[in-house]
């Protein structure tokens, strides 16, 4: 449900739908964990709440792959039996400590001019890592919760490779389509399945009869969304014009109202002001060299930065648009350079570096794409992101109130 504000200017209120949306990139979901800690201590400073976690200012947490993992560390219940449970498995501040434990045992390294041939032999004979670790880990993690039983609602991609389509697990999906309501750790295995780098995730859905109802052949939310951000916001969008009961014209009312949207979207990190390929390289590689160079596969990158540039681009015009820059928060840091660009190497040197890429991109300036040259600027009448974080955990936390008012009133 969305939460609700009052203007002086209007005698209905007007509603308000906060997302939280996580980027994929394998290990460097060290940076989004960085910044979810940071957010989640100013939302407790704010209410002088130490118990409060993320789950409880978004209406919609949206993650694919690394980030589908850090979604349902937040919004899955640690005591799913509960009625009133409001804990998640995990608060903001221990998502970084699980990734430096865990990350050197998903993507185990294999060093030397041995391990190079392997890691190549790998790459043309199945995935480079069996995925083992992680599917073990996700489902200890989630136990047996269903998609239906999460905190808040939550929207996680992915992609079906037997229908050739995105595959959306939404909390507002299910109202619709019940086949969907599957348990988060199948979920969150099929989201992280990147090409390449881990299997494909193969799943049923069963009746009370134990038949099967639906087949799921899925891999990585990052084929088709890896910024889930607009997908989110498509879910929220469907619901609503559900509610509405539209007619067939479309039209209800006011219909929606698109400047209402609260959204914070995290990205990973990029490597693109690096300049790491060029026509003239990439002009002579053949089918084995995009998908293994350098320890990195090239034509992954390119869909993932295309898929993820893309949905910022149009989330800016629209808000531009709309008047609502100020609604939109986008943090991304494109300057990663060499091995912190990686989406596996989990050496506990590349690791650390990405904690600390996360704090610095903290006090770095707030940026906005140019509509006009596609270039990240620095945004002039704001300040570091540590700062418009806190602006943004004050409007959430006033938006949480006023949530809470009208519903006891």
């Given at each position: 449900m969305a939460s609700t504000s009052t203007s002086s200017n209007e005698t209905e209120p007007l509603t308000y739908t906060t997302v939280l949306s996580i980027d994929g990139g394998g290990v460097r979901g060290i940076i989004p964990g960085v910044i979810l800690a940071k957010l989640e201590s100013q939302l407790q400073a704010i209410d002088d709440n130490k118990d409060a976690r993320i789950a409880d200012y978004f209406d919609v947490i949206a993650g694919t792959s690394t980030g589908g993992l850090i979604t349902a560390m937040l919004a899955t219940p640690k005591y799913p039996k509960e009625k009133d449970n409001r804990t998640p498995i995990?608060?903001?501040?221990?998502?970084?400590?699980?990734?430096?434990?865990?990350?050197?045992?998903?993507?185990?390294?294999?060093?030397?001019?041995?391990?190079?041939?392997?890691?190549?032999?790998?790459v043309l004979t199945g995935a480079k890592y069996n995925g083992e670790y992680l599917h073990k880990l996700i489902r200890n993690l989630t136990e047996d919760t269903l998609l239906s039983q999460t905190l808040t609602n939550v929207v996680i991609p992915s992609f079906d490779v037997e229908k050739l389509q995105p595959t959306i697990f939404s909390s507002y999906q299910i109202k619709v389509e019940p086949t969907l309501d599957v348990p988060l750790a199948d979920i969150c295995i099929a989201t992280s399945a990147a090409?390449?780098?881990?299997?494909?995730?193969?799943?049923?859905?069963?009746?009370?009869?134990?038949?099967?109802?639906?087949?799921?052949?899925?891999?990585?939310?990052?084929?088709?969304?890896?910024?889930?951000?607009?997908?989110?916001?498509?879910?929220?969008t469907k619901d609503m014009m559900r509610i509405k009961d539209w007619n067939k014209?479309?039209?209800?009312?006011?219909?929606?109202?698109?400047?209402?949207?609260?959204?914070?979207?995290?990205?990973?990190?990029?490597?693109k002001t690096e300049g790491k390929y060029n026509a003239k390289m990439v002009a002579k590689w053949g089918a084995l060299t995009w998908l293994f160079n350098?320890?990195?596969?090239?034509i992954i990158d390119c869909f993932s930065e295309a898929s993820t540039?893309?949905?910022?681009?149009?989330?800016?015009?629209?808000?531009?648009?709309?008047?609502?820059?100020?609604?939109?928060?986008?943090?991304?840091?494109?300057?990663?350079?060499?091995?912190?660009?990686?989406?596996?190497?989990?050496?506990?040197?590349?690791?650390?570096?990405?904690?600390?890429?996360?704090?610095?991109?903290?006090?770095?300036?707030v940026t906005r794409v140019d509509l006009d040259t596609g270039v990240y600027e620095t945004v002039e009448d704001k300040g570091t992101i540590e700062e418009e974080l806190k602006r943004f955990a004050k409007l959430l936390s006033d938006i949480r109130k006023e949530k809470i008012a009208k519903s006891k009133s």
């Open positions: 995990m608060a903001a501040n221990e998502i970084v400590p699980f990734y430096l434990k865990n990350l050197p045992l998903i993507f185990p390294q294999k060093r030397g001019i041995c391990g190079q041939l392997i890691n190549i032999t790998k090409p390449t780098y881990l299997p494909a995730h193969y799943f049923e859905k069963k009746d009370a009869k134990e038949k099967v109802i639906q087949k799921y052949n899925l891999i990585d939310g990052g084929v088709c969304a890896n910024n889930p951000t607009l997908v989110a916001i498509r879910e929220v014209s479309g039209k209800s009312g006011k219909g929606i109202q698109y400047d209402r949207f609260i959204v914070i979207s995290i990205g990973t990190g990029s490597n350098a320890g990195a596969t090239p540039d893309m949905i910022d681009y149009h989330n800016s015009v629209l808000f531009t648009a709309l008047q609502s820059q100020n609604n939109y928060l986008r943090i991304q840091d494109d300057t990663l350079k060499g091995k912190t660009a990686s989406v596996d190497v989990s050496t506990e040197e590349n690791l650390n570096d990405l904690v600390t890429a996360g704090k610095n991109l903290l006090q770095k300036n």
